[in-house]
């Protein structure tokens, strides 16, 4: 099955296309990708500090088809007709992508397809939409099936992918336990079997990227926070001396699952507050490591409680955050000694940022099983939870 998938819930314009060989979560599973594409707009975000939901838009709208034509290139094509429709109505305010989709159809040869899949929630909605218009568009144009993903699903579907070529995918056992967290995302999820979630913990405040993101922001660092506070803390870890900040654990002996994340940015905000500004780089490092030894410990620990109260066969670990070796490796390593039957599924660094290789796999098994999506009817949902149906 040759899968196309558009990704534009944030700041990142991706599109993959991926050929699959087996039945997904069977040891017989395997895929090659054909084509990945990505566009970061994380240099247009950063001097507002955050994504500015107008601007990922219009910069969405403007990368989408040349992001398209780059992901084809490697595609067969087919004789398949064309039908034409009408693009003024689905970007209608959105000249350019008219223009720039007339002259896809008209110079692009029909790639062979199955389907198109496209992240419809959870995400900021006017950046969704441009997605969900452009694989009306494609599903329309081509004739084949159209199907809304959730992001959060492809964060889970990409943690278990093994390297190689092809590339395969470790089956899953249920129940298993998801761990995502993102810059708009800290949840723990059950899973029941692949398209069967139940929401166990969340956040009643601050994800913890964006917990990263705004700690960064106080102490001076660049957009986005995460990659420039673990740097700066493994660097203070690596320095042999003693840290002497304490920074508290919001919620971290509550009893359930839930987060806290915005009393920790408080905290720093008030420890930054007790120096003159700047700060110095001695300063940014301590801050930063014991920042993230908060941060770390509190999911640490409710990830301990979760396995302690099922018993779960795997763990899948998705979303930027996961990017964080130090958070990575305290959390195999508290499952390791604690639940040593548990397996834990971590994705490649370069997979547990926003991309569309992880809409591609999310879709597998809901295309397995003949779902599809209306195209009038399809829908960006901002808030869209794994635990709806
Ligand atoms: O999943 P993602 O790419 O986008 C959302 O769906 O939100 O996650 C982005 C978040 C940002 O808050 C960024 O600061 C964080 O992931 N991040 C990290 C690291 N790399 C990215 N946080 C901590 N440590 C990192 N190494
Ligand atoms: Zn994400």
């Given at each position: 099955?040759?899968?196309?998938?558009?990704?534009?819930?944030?700041?990142?314009?991706?599109?993959?296309?991926?050929?699959?060989?087996?039945?997904?979560?069977?040891?017989?599973?395997?895929?090659?990708?054909?084509?990945?594409?990505?566009?970061?707009?994380?240099?247009?975000?950063?001097?507002?500090?955050?994504?500015?939901?107008?601007?990922?838009k219009?910069?969405?709208?403007?990368?989408?088809?040349?992001?398209?034509?780059?992901?084809?290139?490697?595609?067969?094509?087919?004789?398949?007709?064309?039908?034409?429709?009408?693009?003024?109505?689905?970007?209608?305010?959105?000249?350019?992508?008219?223009?720039?989709?007339?002259?896809?159809?008209?110079?692009?040869?029909?790639?062979?397809?199955?389907?198109?899949?496209?992240?419809?929630?959870?995400?900021?909605?006017?950046?969704?939409w441009v997605?969900?218009?452009?694989?009306?568009?494609?599903?329309?144009?081509?004739?084949?099936?159209?199907?809304?993903?959730?992001?959060?699903?492809?964060?889970?579907?990409?943690?278990?992918?093994?390297?190689?070529?092809?590339?395969?995918?470790?089956?899953?056992?249920?129940?298993?336990?998801?761990?995502?967290?993102?810059?708009?995302?800290?949840?723990?999820?059950?899973?029941?079997?692949?398209?069967?979630?139940?929401?166990?913990?969340?956040?009643?405040?601050?994800?913890?990227?964006?917990?990263?993101?705004?700690?960064?922001?106080?102490?001076?660092?660049?957009?986005?926070g995460?990659?420039?506070?673990?740097?700066?803390a493994?660097?203070?870890?690596?320095?042999?001396?003693?840290?002497?900040?304490?920074?508290?654990?919001?919620?971290?002996?509550?009893?359930?699952?839930?987060?806290?994340?915005?009393?920790?940015?408080?905290?720093?905000?008030?420890?930054?507050e007790?120096?003159?500004?700047?700060?110095?780089?001695?300063?940014?490092?301590?801050?930063?490591?014991?920042?993230?030894?908060?941060?770390?410990?509190?999911?640490?620990?409710?990830?301990?409680?979760?396995?302690?109260?099922?018993?779960y066969?795997?763990?899948?670990?998705?979303?930027?955050?996961?990017?964080?070796?130090?958070?990575?490796?305290s959390?195999?390593?508290?499952?390791?000694?604690?639940?040593?039957?548990?397996?834990?599924?971590?994705?490649?660094?370069?997979?547990?940022?926003?991309?569309?290789?992880?809409?591609?796999?999310?879709?597998?098994?809901?295309?397995e099983?003949?779902e599809?999506?209306?195209?009038?009817?399809?829908?960006?949902?901002?808030?869209?939870?794994?635990?709806?149906?």
């Amino acid at each position: 099955m040759r899968i196309l998938a558009i990704e534009t819930s944030c700041d990142e314009t991706a599109v993959s296309v991926i050929e699959t060989s087996g039945d997904w979560n069977t040891p017989g599973f395997s895929f090659s990708i054909l084509g990945n594409t990505l566009y970061s707009q994380v240099a247009t975000h950063a001097p507002y500090g955050g994504v500015f939901p107008a601007l990922a838009k219009r910069e969405h709208a403007l990368n989408i088809v040349p992001l398209l034509t780059s992901a084809l290139k490697e595609v067969p094509t087919t004789h398949n007709p064309v039908h034409s429709i009408d693009l003024t109505s689905l970007f209608t305010h959105e000249q350019d992508a008219v223009a720039m989709f007339q002259n896809f159809f008209a110079t692009q040869p029909r790639p062979a397809i199955d389907a198109v899949v496209v992240t419809h929630g959870p995400g900021l909605e006017p950046a969704l939409w441009v997605g969900i218009n452009a694989a009306r568009a494609l599903s329309e144009s081509w004739g084949i099936p159209l199907l809304g993903v959730n992001h959060m699903e492809g964060h889970i579907a990409i943690a278990p992918v093994n390297p190689g070529e092809p590339l395969t995918v470790t089956p899953i056992s249920f129940p298993s336990l998801a761990l995502l967290i993102s810059g708009g995302h800290t949840e723990i999820v059950s899973i029941a079997t692949w398209g069967s979630y139940e929401v166990i913990g969340s956040t009643r405040d601050d994800a913890i990227g964006e917990a990263f993101d705004k700690v960064a922001r106080l102490i001076g660092l660049p957009y986005p926070g995460g990659p420039a506070i673990s740097r700066l803390a493994a660097q203070a870890r690596a320095s042999g001396r003693k840290n002497t900040i304490v920074f508290p654990r919001p919620m971290r002996d509550s009893g359930d699952l839930d987060f806290s994340f915005s009393g920790l940015k408080t905290a720093v905000r008030r420890h930054t507050e007790t120096f003159t500004l700047p700060l110095t780089d001695e300063q940014k490092e301590d801050i930063s490591w014991a920042f993230e030894d908060a941060a770390i410990d509190v999911i640490v620990h409710k990830m301990k409680l979760a396995l302690s109260r099922d018993q779960y066969h795997d763990v899948l670990v998705g979303g930027g955050v996961a990017a964080n070796t130090y958070l990575t490796q305290s959390l195999l390593s508290m499952i390791s000694k604690q639940f040593p039957e548990t397996k834990v599924h971590i994705p490649h660094i370069s997979h547990a940022t926003d991309n569309a290789l992880m809409i591609t796999l999310a879709a597998v098994h809901h295309l397995e099983k003949k779902e599809s999506s209306d195209p009038s009817t399809l829908r960006a949902q901002g808030n869209l939870s794994l635990s709806q149906r």
